[in-house]
């Protein structure tokens, strides 16, 4: 499933597109349109420009613009990814996917939503108190949270830790690679409660979630390298590439979770 780091990779996606007028928009499959009919969002995007996007946690908001900049009063189309949706662009000759459901036809390029499952996909609010409605109730993006805040979030809440980082209203953005592999470097467990935590463990687990979204943001996606759990997670033997002790594995708060009973003791 596409997390912070893979939406930060998309939106610098969707950037190669901004400024460029929009000369049609092919709708595919408008079994992936939330709250907005093919129509609507042809003529929204038609003979007008990207502005610069931006990312909220797992969300993505292309600002709409008429003149030279987007207004408070114009659309933005948002961008959510579920499990399988991603952003391409597109300057050549190339073939269409068969999982390309949007094609947002520019004078210089195609910029292609593509989604196999179609879980989430694309809105258009009308205006930016509308797109404030479809944001409301997330929390702050996780690449934007300071220490202090981080803190006082998850003190604010009472509940084990791995869910709780992956609750969209506490912290925008992070999913199942991130959190275990944000806990398994603060060698913390996943299923520690949050009010247990104490001030030593809040400042570094804070620190490794910054640490591991700049690498992440960078490759635009949560490596699976060597050096990182992410990287053994699927093994069927997987060992902790710090300690060299089996993995263990199962479900917290509903979700598969990987640490070392090692470096993370209950």
């Known amino acids: 499933m596409p997390e912070l780091p893979d939406v930060e990779g998309f939106r610098r996606v969707l950037d190669k597109a901004a400024g460029h007028r929009i000369e049609r928009v092919d709708v595919l499959d408008p079994g992936v349109l939330r709250d907005v009919s093919t129509e609507v969002l042809r003529d929204a995007l038609t003979d007008r420009a990207l502005a610069t996007p931006r990312r909220h946690g797992k969300w993505l908001i292309g600002p709409v613009r008429t003149g030279r900049r987007h207004r408070r009063a114009e659309p933005s189309v948002v961008f959510h990814f579920g499990m399988t949706g991603s952003l391409s662009w597109v300057t050549g000759d190339d073939e269409g996917h068969r999982h390309d459901r949007v094609v947002i036809v520019t004078d210089s390029g195609e910029l292609r939503y593509r989604d196999l499952r179609k879980l989430h996909g694309i809105r258009l609010p009308p205006d930016d108190d509308h797109l ?99 990287g053994h997670r699927d093994d069927r033997d997987g060992i902790c590439p710090r300690c060299g002790t089996s993995l263990r594995r199962a479900r917290v708060g509903g979700r598969s979770t990987v640490w070392c009973p090692n470096c993370q003791p209950d």
Do not use: C, Y
């Open 132 to 230: 404030a409605d479809v944001l409301e109730g997330l929390g702050p993006d996780a690449a934007d949270l300071g220490e202090d805040e981080f803190g006082m979030r998850l003190g604010a809440i009472r509940r084990r830790l791995k869910p709780a980082l992956m609750d969209q209203s506490v912290v925008a953005g992070l999913g199942n690679l991130l959190a275990d592999e944000v806990l398994w470097r603060a060698r913390i467990h996943p299923r520690r409660r949050t009010e247990d935590l104490t001030d030593a463990e809040l400042d570094r687990l804070h620190r490794h979630l910054r640490r591991v979204l700049t690498r992440s943001m960078r490759a635009g996606r949560v490596p699976g390298r060597d050096t990182w759990l992410t």
